[in-house]
């Protein structure tokens, strides 16, 4: 249920934007997810569907794009993708540090829209 806030979010800004451009219909919503968030897609369109129920985003499909997770090596400075479901130690494939900070893979953003 922690979709529902976060889509609320994201439609806000869809919607935003679509007044904004003149838009009559919302087709697709595309959205950047960082991997390491635990939103699902299913919810999330679930969700996005009931909240746009009578808009002009009504029917618009969440073409959704998993970002990588990035961390960054508090020792060398390295930055790299790391593979959380292979590696659960995080180290620097640089150096081999575990000091290492998340640059990305938590966020989630509307990346375009697809409209008429």
């Not at 697709?28 to 746009?52: C, I, N, P, R, T």
Request: glycine share 6%.
């Amino acid at each position: 249920m922690h979709e529902l806030p976060v889509i609320n979010s994201i439609l806000k800004v869809v919607l935003k934007h679509a007044v904004d451009n003149n838009v009559n219909k919302v087709i697709a919503v595309h959205l950047q997810v960082g991997e390491l968030s635990d939103l699902e897609d299913k919810w999330m369109q679930q969700y996005f569907d009931h909240l746009a129920k009578g808009g002009i985003a009504e029917g618009a499909r969440l073409k959704i794009e998993r970002t990588p997770v990035v961390m960054k090596c508090s020792d060398c400075g390295d930055a790299y993708i790391a593979d959380i479901k292979q590696d659960k130690a995080l180290v620097c494939p640089e150096c081999g540090s575990k000091k290492n900070s998340l640059i990305s893979g938590r966020e989630y953003f509307v990346k375009n829209l697809e409209a008429i």
